[in-house]
């Protein structure tokens, strides 16, 4: 059932991406707009705007730094929600407290992964030749495995009954892996920009 979930948002990414990437984006030396184009690329494209729209001046209309900045926004995301689940863990017993382990170790996954995205991305726009492909491959395989894992705290919960936990974590987790697949259509939309 993961998988089949994961497949969806990978593929989603995908279509997304290559809808839009056909045509570097343009925007008439407008940073916010070219953030706008960039966000059409991915499936929440509003919550991509809103989330970016304020770093225009640090991305300039550079496809790389767009994508690095959805990752570095993503891994702050994943960050915080791993501080909520610690706190959630102070309170809870049973099903519960053991979904919240496991949570936490996934969370401390993804955001490991989101890091070794943002590494790959790092210095991109200076690489040349095959080294381009070749670390733009790493960033989508290492911000899908964030995407997997995030999938898993989610699974952890499947057999504990409904709760204000239970409910609190799944939307949150929800909200983290719109921000994650946004990331991963950034990146993907880099192999057709470069
Ligand atoms: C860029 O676009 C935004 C909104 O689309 C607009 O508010 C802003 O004035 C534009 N900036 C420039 C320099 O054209
Ligand atoms: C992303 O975060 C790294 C590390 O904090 C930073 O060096 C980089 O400038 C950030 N990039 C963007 C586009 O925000």
Redesign the pocket.
Known sequence: MALKKLAFFLLSAVVFSTAVAATRPGSGGNSTEFIRTCCGATRYPRLCFNSMAG?AN??QEDPV??A??A??LTLARIGSLAGRVKQLRRGASGRVAAALVDCTEALGDAADEARRT?AEL?GLEAATGPEVAWRVSNAQTWMSAALTNEDTCTDGFDGVSSGPVKAEVCRRIRRVMQFTSNALALVNNLVNSR
Do not use: E, I, R, S
Request: proline share 0%; net charge neutral.
């Open positions: 770093y640090a991305v730094q767009v690095q900045l990752t570095n943002a790092t």
